[in-house]
């Protein structure tokens, strides 16, 4: 229910545009609607991923999750 009411909430997740960048085990979606911008980080791998330059106000942060470190199978979500 959270994860829909996010979804209603921020444009970006239903519409406008979309730019897929994967890297590794990482892969990182940023949405676009007008001056709203999501940046969805998934870590696809069995490694914790270190991150950087990945600021700004958190939406979501699932199975441990930060700014600083997304674990494996841990998912981010950032607007900036």
Same mark, same amino acid.
């Given at each position: 229910?959270?994860? +829909?009411?996010?979804?209603?909430?921020?444009?970006?997740?239903?519409?406008?545009?979309?730019?897929?960048?994967?890297?590794?085990?990482?892969? =990182? +979606?940023?949405?676009?609607?007008?001056?709203?911008? +999501?940046?969805?980080?998934?870590? +696809?791998?069995?490694?914790?991923?270190?991150?950087?330059?990945?600021?700004?106000?958190?939406?979501?942060?699932?199975?441990?999750?930060?700014?600083?470190?997304?674990?494996?199978?841990?998912?981010?979500?950032? =607007?900036?």
């Amino acid at each position: 229910r959270e994860l +829909l009411a996010l979804r209603r909430a921020h444009p970006a997740l239903r519409e406008g545009a979309v730019a897929c960048r994967a890297d590794g085990d990482l892969l =990182e +979606l940023v949405r676009t609607h007008g001056t709203n911008t +999501l940046h969805c980080l998934f870590n +696809l791998g069995t490694g914790t991923l270190g991150l950087s330059g990945s600021g700004g106000s958190t939406l979501v942060a699932l199975n441990g999750a930060t700014t600083e470190a997304l674990p494996p199978y841990g998912a981010l979500i950032l =607007e900036k």
